[in-house]
């Protein structure tokens, strides 16, 4: 069974400019998270959705952060316009919908923001 | 709000058992996992306990729950230098999103 694919694995940008990430859960996940990860420390939700619908956004900055799952599969993360503050991880982790599922995660995107 | 704690780092002797230990607050929590991350990596899922256990056993792993005190423990027997990488503890469940701890390192020395 094929994991969580990411891509890019790395990015490097600077300040103002915009960047985008992809992601391709596990064939029939429903559930999608994005998750930020600072350098020291763990993951944190930015935007879980179900099918194509947002669940939780509630952590995205949205005046510089979007996302989309149009077709309830791959899903898409943008930050525009880039700060310093944005260097992280971005990890993307699929599910099923069952408490009992476990989420999978993907290999991450680091980006640099000089 | 919920919040998950964990110590830094921990230094062990190859072939020594490691411990890593997390506390959490959130009672209401189902499950509770450890995940483990190499370098560059994501994160690797290595076992998970329901809230309703006090331990699970699973290969060189055994993970100790302490429901009233809100304590959860990692144990690798026979820790191996391919086990050293950063275990993150995290509570919740499969349709939300996780909360996780900061991650303990684990250095393993020959």
């Known amino acids: 069974e094929a994991g969580v694919a990411q891509s890019p694995r790395y990015k490097i940008i600077e300040k103002r400019q915009s960047v985008a990430f992809w992601c391709n859960p596990i064939?029939?996940?429903?559930?999608l998270y994005w998750y930020q990860q600072i350098l020291g420390q763990g993951p944190k939700l930015l935007i879980q959705f179900q099918n194509n619908g947002v669940v939780d956004d509630s952590q995205l900055p949205k005046d510089r952060f979007s996302a989309e799952r149009l077709k309830g599969v791959d899903s898409t993360l943008k930050i525009q316009p880039a700060k310093l503050e944005d260097s992280a991880v971005y990890l993307c982790?699929?599910?099923?919908?069952?408490?009992?599922?476990?989420?999978?995660f993907g290999p991450g995107t680091r980006l640099t923001v000089l | 709000g919920e919040d998950v704690e964990q110590s830094l780092f921990l230094s062990v002797r190859e072939g020594d058992s490691s411990v890593i230990n997390c506390t959490y607050t959130?009672?209401?929590?189902?499950?509770l996992y450890w995940y483990k991350q190499e370098p560059g990596a994501g994160l690797q899922l290595l076992t998970y306990i329901f809230s309703n256990m006090d331990m699970k056993q699973d290969q060189r792993l055994t993970v100790l729950l302490n429901k009233k005190d809100k304590h959860l423990s990692l144990r690798i027997a026979d820790t191996q230098t391919g086990d050293s990488a950063i275990y993150f503890c995290a509570e919740g469940e499969g349709r939300r999103a996780l909360t996780f701890g900061s991650g303990t390192r684990l250095q393993v020395q020959p």
């Open positions: 959130d009672s209401s929590s189902t499950y």
């Open positions: 064939s029939g996940h429903a559930t």
């Open positions: 982790a699929s599910s099923g919908t069952e408490a009992a599922d476990t989420q999978y």
